[in-house]
């Protein structure tokens, strides 16, 4: 038996539970503060996760009315497709302005963990030449923080994800202080003929090419999705199903 979360009292109220607020409750609970995340989203079943199906095994073949009429700005992006296009906000419910000569097309999704259920997995380090871009080119402003200020914050959070990826000796040529710790996934015939002018990539690993193997270091929901349910003492959840509240203190 849990008290209801709606009468205890919380140090922290964390709105959203993509990568900023999943891990804001994570390292905040872990500190031992009391976290209430809130959650405008819904929460998304394992099963849902149906990236691989071809198109062709799609009620509409991936070009879903529902999404040209719902969704005429989520689908410009290559991620928002049939299989996955009601984690993305509804456009029509949902808009937005930006000035005539300043057009944006923003991506949002309205589910538990937020864009991390769609990131495309490329995971960089900024480093000295974008801390302190204005004394390496006289553009912008330096930052107050350089990066050896912020690196052990990127182990930690390399290490929690499980970032994977060849160690191609780009990082210290950027004067970063290592790579990636976790091995990289398998090549595919096509990358491995590709790689002697692929000198930049330290993770190539592009939508189509997504396997088990890869899902088994980092994937769309292993990274912040596990972190919020974990961390939080209670997770509250209440757009689409209001009223749905409860206490979490295990994850499956
Ligand atoms: C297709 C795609 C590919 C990408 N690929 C990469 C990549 O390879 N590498 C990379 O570094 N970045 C990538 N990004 C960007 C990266 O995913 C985002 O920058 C990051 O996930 C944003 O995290 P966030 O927590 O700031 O926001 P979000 O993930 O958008 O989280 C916001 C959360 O807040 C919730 N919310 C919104 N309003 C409310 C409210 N009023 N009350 C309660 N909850 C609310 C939402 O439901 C959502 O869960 C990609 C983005 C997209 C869309």
Redo the contacts with the bound molecule.
């Keep these: 038996m849990f008290a209801d979360p709606l009468t205890q009292t919380y140090d922290v109220i964390v709105?959203?539970?993509?990568?900023?607020?999943?891990?804001a409750a994570k390292r905040l609970s872990e500190a031992g503060i009391r976290v209430a995340l809130?959650?405008?989203?819904r929460e998304v079943t394992p099963k849902e996760f149906t990236e691989h199906m071809p198109a062709f095994k799609l009620k509409y073949r991936n070009v879903s009315p529902e999404i040209v009429k719902t969704r005429p700005i989520q689908k410009q992006?290559?991620?928002?497709m049939e299989y996955n296009y009601d984690w993305f906000v509804n456009d029509l419910e949902n808009p937005y302005s930006t000035p005539k000569d300043k057009p944006f097309t923003w991506?949002?999704?309205?589910?538990?963990?937020?864009?991390?259920l769609?990131?495309?997995?490329?995971?960089?380090r900024m480093s000295d030449l974008d801390f302190k871009a204005y004394s390496h080119d006289g553009y912008g402003q330096d930052w107050p923080v350089s990066y050896k200020d912020i690196a052990p914050f990127y182990d930690i959070v390399e290490d929690y994800v499980g970032i994977s990826g060849a160690a191609e000796g780009n990082a210290a040529k950027r004067g970063l202080s290592r790579g990636v710790n976790f091995p990289p996934v398998k090549s595919a015939a096509s990358h491995i003929v590709a790689s002697p002018s692929v000198t930049q990539t330290a993770c190539f690993c592009p939508l189509g090419a997504r396997s088990a193997a890869c899902r088994a270091w980092v994937n769309s929901c292993g990274s912040?999705y596990p972190a919020s349910n974990l961390a939080t003492s209670v997770l509250l959840s209440?757009?689409y199903s209001p009223g749905t509240l409860r206490n979490r203190t295990s994850f499956p």
């Design positions: 709105v959203g539970s993509g990568a900023t607020g999943g891990w809130l959650e405008a989203g992006c290559y991620a928002c991506q949002r999704l309205r589910i538990l963990g937020g864009r991390t769609v990131w495309g997995r490329q995971s960089y912040t209440s757009t």
